[in-house]
């Protein structure tokens, strides 16, 4: 009797264990990195994942979001339960525009629009730890731009 109860304990504590690392959502991976823009942490930037996929809508999969600290660093949540992003590829935009409030204008977007609304920045997420950095990123080319539009920069 003692042999059958050890082997059904066994049984029971490998399908939790199954359950834990699978029950989430094997189809995500953990995320976190760095964003630099012109070589300096870039501090309170969205950063969004948004899965690249055929035909779908990146919404019903699911997009993923992080907000980076004082040092640029990000980690991106999947949603209210969950950390990461869902493996695969992704387009990313990293943006700093935030709207005003009843106390005055909002920040103005320092990040130029190939990183954000007409993102060139694309990444895949493995399943496991992914760091995933975004160093080499440039205002290059975004004074410009504002002066074209009017805008202050």
Not at 20 to 36: A, E, F, I, K, R
Not at 90 to 95: L, P
Not at 108 to 121: D, H, I, M, T
Request: a negative charge; glycine letters at 14%; one cysteine or more.
């Amino acid at each position: 009797m003692k042999r059958h109860f050890s082997q059904f304990a066994c049984w029971i504590v490998a399908g939790l264990l199954i359950c834990s690392v699978g029950c989430s959502n094997g189809n995500v991976g953990l995320v976190s990195g760095t964003v630099h823009l012109d070589g300096q942490p870039l501090e309170g930037a969205l950063v969004t994942f948004y899965p690249e996929t055929e035909g779908a809508n990146p919404m019903e999969i699911g997009t993923s979001i992080g907000r980076t600290n004082e040092d640029g660093e990000y980690e991106l949540i999947y949603n209210r339960d969950e950390m990461g992003a869902v493996v695969g590829k992704h387009v990313v935009y990293i943006e700093t525009l935030q709207e005003g409030s009843g106390y005055g204008p909002g920040r103005a977007e320092e990040v130029p629009k190939r990183y954000n609304s007409q993102s060139e920045l694309h990444v895949e997420v493995k399943p496991g730890r992914n760091t995933i950095d975004f160093l080499e990123l440039t205002s290059e080319g975004q004074k410009n731009e504002a002066r074209a539009t009017g805008g202050r920069y």
